[in-house]
């Protein structure tokens, strides 16, 4: 379950003041269609989304409340160097970390991208799910947004051929295969077909293990980073005040509660994807240029 946040006094000016980059209507536009939280299925959060303006801003995180921890009592002493101090008995985490350890990710991100790996995004919980399914759709990366499935890491070769069975299954349908099978027979691999793409359909074209992990919710998704860990796939996660950072290679200090926020965070990886695939698109076009020479 949860925890709801109790509302907290913005972070001390002098936070705010040191913005990366200023001016982006396309972060502030985030909070303000974020409906509180209680987007529907068919909510695309960054339908329109301007990702090419999307510059890292430290005013835009304190607008969408991403420095809002949990209360003190909460605190994960391991969190300490993310904190900047606390008001009104409310962990207040320090921005410029945030910041920092953003850039970090944003350039691992590209690097791997570039060299055409896949980033696994992961969200389970009841607010990230259509904030992470509309990225994933954004950047073309697979996604994991209901129930993590054990083993789709350690016991990838049987996930794959699911995932295999799924994609084929539903071939087959488009191509009209099935017609020769009796009305109740069609209905019947229809709603397998349906099932297993309730499931798997996120991961249903990962046919490699990702060269890493993007997740929303460290404490929610602890099975996803556990497999992970285990066959060393490096984790990227935004990191609230009452986790381990540890546990991940390279956590990112947010609120990872209020959608304003998770739509922000969500946003900057979401771009860092995006500017790796035309990292890569660029370094494919030079090859192709030295080719023809």
Not at 127 to 133: D, E, G, M, R
Request: charged share 30%; glycine share 8%.
């Amino acid at each position: 379950m949860v925890e709801e946040k109790k509302a907290a006094p913005a972070q001390p000016a002098r936070n705010a003041s040191h913005s990366v980059a200023g001016g982006n209507q396309a972060v502030e536009a985030a909070a303000e269609s974020a409906n509180g939280g209680k987007a529907s299925r068919s909510e695309d959060y960054f339908a329109g989304f301007d990702f090419k303006g999307l510059e890292i801003d430290m005013r835009a995180m304190l607008k969408n409340g991403v420095h809002f921890g949990h209360q003190k009592s909460r605190k994960n002493p391991k969190m300490s160097e993310y904190i900047f101090g606390t008001k009104n008995g409310i962990n207040i985490l320090n921005l410029e970390k945030t910041v920092e350890r953003l850039e970090e990710a944003k350039m691992f991100i590209e690097k791997i991208v570039s060299e055409g790996q896949d980033i696994l995004f992961v969200g389970t919980k009841k607010q990230a799910k259509n904030i992470v399914l509309s990225a994933a759709a954004a950047c073309g990366m697979p996604y994991v947004v209901e129930r993590w499935l054990g083993g789709t890491f350690t016991n990838f070769k049987n996930i794959s051929g699911r995932t295999k069975y799924l994609r084929d299954g539903q071939e087959a349908m488009k191509r009209g295969e099935y017609a020769k099978y009796t009305k109740f027979e069609q209905m019947k691999m229809a709603e397998e077909l349906e099932r297993l793409e309730s499931r798997m359909g996120g991961i249903k074209n990962m046919t490699k293990l990702p060269g890493a992990i993007f997740v929303t919710g460290v404490q929610e998704d602890d099975l996803a980073i556990q497999e992970a860990r285990k066959k060393n796939i490096p984790i990227i996660a935004l990191v609230d005040t009452n986790v381990d950072p540890t546990i991940v290679d390279y956590p990112i200090p947010a609120n990872e509660d209020a959608v304003s926020s998770l739509r922000l965070m969500v946003a900057y990886v979401c771009k860092a994807v995006i500017d790796g695939k035309d990292k890569k698109g660029t370094a494919m076009k030079v090859e192709a240029d030295k080719a023809k020479k």
